[in-house]
């Protein structure tokens, strides 16, 4: 099931496939609901909300939100890679890592939008949140395709996408709501 084409770091074989299958589902939150990427996207805008948002309010912040996140994501693709190999199923529902790294995406550069904890800002988090969900289960503007990408980056790349639509449309949003 190795595919040369895969992003796969060998590191991750070595992994007990219990430590594997946690990081991958979350611990047990993926097994929670009939629904797993719908409570892996509550748990991405859990993690926002308690440690990104800081983050997210400051320039030199934002560099720090980008690196982070750039090594959640790479962590992302090879532990949702080394997953999808060992439960032998192609994108498995169970995975949901890749909407838990995805969903900070969302809010990315927003910090303004996000100054004080509003009903201002619960709206916003609540529209990110509805419009990851719909832009993941739809995979719109060419994300369907992603899926069909290799191993990890496969399950992982149209979550990533879903979530720079959302982040794009609420920064259209939000430029016309602040004018």
Not at 104 to 132: E, K, M, Q, T, V
Not at 152 to 162: E, K, Q, Y
Request: proline share 4%.
């Amino acid at each position: 099931m190795r595919n040369n084409m895969d992003f796969k770091s060998q590191w991750t074989r070595f992994l007990p496939t219990s430590l594997v299958l946690n990081c991958a589902t979350l611990g047990p939150l993926a097994y929670w609901s009939k629904a797993p990427g719908t409570i892996g996207s509550m748990a991405g805008l859990l993690l926002y909300t308690t440690f990104f948002h800081e983050l997210n309010l400051t320039p030199g912040g934002q560099i720090k939100f980008i690196f982070i996140l750039a090594l959640l994501c790479y962590l992302a693709v090879v532990i949702c890679g080394e997953a999808e190999e060992r439960l032998m199923k192609r994108d498995p529902g169970e995975v949901i890592l890749d909407e838990f790294v995805a969903v900070p995406i969302c809010f990315l550069f927003l910090g303004d939008a996000f100054r004080y904890l509003d009903i201002w800002s619960w709206g916003l988090l609540l529209a990110g949140f509805a419009l990851f969900r719909l832009f993941d289960i739809l995979k719109p503007f060419g994300i369907k395709k992603l899926q069909n990408l290799p191993g990890g980056v496969g399950v992982v790349v149209d979550d990533l996408a879903a979530a720079a639509a959302t982040c794009i449309c609420l920064h259209v949003g939000t430029y016309f709501l602040l004018l």
